[in-house]
Structure formats: structure tokens, C-alpha cells
């Protein structure tokens, strides 16, 4: 599988005019995403980078430096051009990586991002985890890590309607040993395969949060490259377990609304600025609603305070719980 990814993203990445307004909305996303949770001057760490789509952004927002890794050789020499080309003002470095092997980075950044790229990872449970670790382990207190990768709930929802109300783009045909179901429009699918009927294979589904594949195409863009869908429950108790807190978790439907972070921050003029106002055709709608935003922070540690006894190292909400249980309150 992943020889397989690997082989689609060393191609040139072609664009499929027909969906250039959602290209336009999909980086309408990544920039609130950035313009919000970045602070100016910060050290980034782009995780998955691709060939440096988001460099502009990081400009825009004022980045003050960039570490940019991929998979792939030929999009980390593309980012390096873009980067030069692109009148930075802030010194970037890109790096041939794999982000789901243990990266042993010596920096601290104030903001991570891994963009389109985590489901990769959820092949096995050890890779989805190594990355979440190389993240937290390289995040100032306080920085935000933020994530976009296809919508679980979303995708069950289609298999659902796939079942009740099948068409030409959205059924499930049996083959000699398989079933293969596939939802989806005429320019874009996900075909997944599986021996079992419709209702046991999404109960397996639900019971094997990793290594659950499906192949994914796009028109002109994309030919069949294995994904894996990211279970939110599972990934939401593995960031608990890092110690990162969910900050926003939506789908990309959210971005509509000009205020789509909860906040009561708006982005019409970002959007406007982006060209991204166009309304989506039906199927390019479909397919942002494919996706969802991920939004996680590592927080403080507490200060360190003086105890009534006048000893350092008993954090506030300790001190908080002691008083408590002298007081004998539950
Ligand atoms: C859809 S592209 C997104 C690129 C970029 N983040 C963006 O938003 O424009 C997914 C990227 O993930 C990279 N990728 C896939 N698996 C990876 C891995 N295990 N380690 C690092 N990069 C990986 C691919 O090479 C590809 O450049």
C-alpha cells in the first residue's frame, strides 16, 4: 500500500480544471485554520508538505521560520523552488521523511500542521500513534496542531445511503470472492472491497479502527490510491493519551458559514481574498463534505507554587485538591 501511495504522489500532481473551485475552498480552509491558531513569528513544522502549498499562507500570516518533510523526493524539490520563488522572509528547511517512523527532531515548534495527509498512517496502530508522538514531542507548551483528513462519520453515512438508495455512481456489486461497494459522484469514488455483506462489513468496520483501507480517485487527479479511514472515537483517546487537547474537531461543510470556528471569528474577508466564494457544483460539495478539520494544542504545564509550607513543586491544582481534602469536601 504504501509503495502504492508512494508511486501516485512522484508523479506530477496534475489539477483538474472541472474542480478548481474546490482546490480554492479546500486552501480556504487550511488558511483559517492557519490564520487563526498561528501566532506571527512562529517556528512551523509541516508535516507531510507536499510540494509547499501553503508556503503563501505561512508568508501571509507571518511565519518566522518553516521545516517542511515529505515522503516523496520530487515534492520536497518542488517546495524547495516554490519556497525560493516565493519571496519568503522566513528561512525554511525540507527534509525527505516518513512521518509515521520515530523522527527524533531536536527543534521545538510553536505550530504543527499536517494537511490531507494523516490517514495515510492509520495502516496499524503503531504508525497512527508515531505520529501523533513525533507532533507532541516537538510542540512548544501551548502550540496547535492542526489536521485535515477524510470524515469518518461522513463516509459511513454514504455507504448508508449507498445501501437505501442505490445509483449509478453509489452501489455494491459482488465479484467471484468480494463485495465491492463504492460511493461517490461520476468525477470522483471510494470503492471499498470486503468478503462479508453490507451490515457485518460495517460492523468490521467499526470494530478495526486501523488497516481499514479503501481506494480513492478523482477525476484527472486521482487514480485509485489506497487510503485508510481514521476512526475519530480511537483518535481522539490516542491524542488524550499524548497529552493533546481537542481544540476544534468539523467538517469542512462547517466552512460555509463565514464564523465556522465556533469563535464568533469571521473569515468572509479571507475568503473573498482567496477567491473561494464560488459556490461548489453538487459533486464538489460532496467531496469537501468528505473531509474534516482537526484542531489539538499541547497545553501549559501548570506553574510550579509555593506550598504553605514554603517547598516549591506543588502545581495549583494540587494545592487546590489538598485544601480540599483538609476541608473534607468530595
Ligand atoms: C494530498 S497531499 C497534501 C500535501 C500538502 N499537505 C497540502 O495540503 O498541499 C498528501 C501528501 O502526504 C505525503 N505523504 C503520504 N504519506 C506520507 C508519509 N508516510 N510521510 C510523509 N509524507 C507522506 C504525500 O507524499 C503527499 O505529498
Known amino acids: ?15 483538474c480544471p472541472a474542480l478548481e473551485p474546490l482546490c480554492r475552498f479546500n486552501n480556504y480552509v487550511k488558511a483559517c485554520l ?30 518566522g521560520s518553516y521545516m517542511g518533510y515529505d515522503l516523496v523526493p520530487e515534492r520536497i524539490e518542488e517546495a524547495t523552488t516554490r519556497h525560493r520563488n516565493t519571496r519568503c522572509m522566513f528561512a525554511a528547511v525540507f527534509e525527505v521523511r516518513d512521518f509515521a517512523q520515530a523522527l527524533d527532531l531536536r527543534s521545538t515548534y510553536d505550530f504543527v500542521s499536517c494537511q490531507f495527509a494523516l490517514h495515510y498512517a492509520w495502516d496499524t496502530e503503531e504508525r497512527a500513534m508515531r ?8 510542540m512548544a507548551e501551548g502550540a496547535h496542531f492542526i489536521l485535515t483528513f477524510p470524515d469518518y462519520a461522513e463516509i459511513v453515512k454514504q ?3 449507498m445501501m437505501v438508495e442505490p445509483n449509478k455512481d453509489n452501489w455494491v456489486r459482488w465479484e467471484v470472492d468480494r463485495h465491492v461497494y463504492r460511493v461517490g459522484g461520476p468525477r470522483h469514488s471510494l470503492v471499498f472491497e470486503s468478503p462479508l455483506p453490507f ?8 470494530a478495526k479502527p486501523f488497516g481499514r483501507c479503501y481506494t480513492y480517485s478523482q477525476e484527472g487527479a486521482v487514480d485509485q490510491v489506497p487510503e485508510y479511514m481514521v476512526e475519530p472515537t480511537r483518535l481522539h483517546a490516542m491524542c488524550g493519551a499524548v497529552g493533546l487537547e481537542v481544540v476544534f474537531d468539523g ?24 477567491g473561494a466564494e464560488e459556490p461548489l457544483d453538487d459533486e464538489a460539495k460532496l467531496i469537501a463534505a468528505l473531509y474534516r478539520a482537526l484542531v489539538l494544542r499541547k497545553p501549559r504545564a501548570e506553574p ?16 487546590e485538591r489538598r485544601q480540599k481534602r483538609q476541608r473534607g469536601d468530595s
Open 1 to 15: 500500500m504504501q509503495s502504492r501511495i508512494l508511486e501516485h504522489y512522484r508523479r506530477p500532481l496534475p489539477r
Open 199 to 206: 451490515l457485518d462489513f460495517l460492523r468490521e468496520l467499526e
Open 251 to 274: 467538517n469542512f461543510s462547517r466552512f460555509n458559514d463565514p464564523c465556522p470556528l465556533g469563535d464568533g471569528q469571521s473569515f468572509a474577508e479571507l475568503r473573498r481574498r482567496m
Open 159 to 161: 455507504l448508508f445511503r
Open 34 to 63: 492557519i490564520q487563526r491558531y498561528m501566532r506571527p513569528g512562529a517556528q512551523v513544522l509541516d508535516m507531510a508538505c507536499g510540494s509547499g502549498g501553503d508556503l503563501k499562507k505561512y508568508r501571509q500570516n507571518g511565519a
Open 304 to 319: 510550579a507554587t509555593l506550598d504553605p509550607r514554603g517547598e516549591r513543586g506543588s502545581s495549583s491544582r494540587e494545592e
Open 131 to 138: 505520529v501523533l508522538r513525533n507532533a507532541v514531542d516537538c
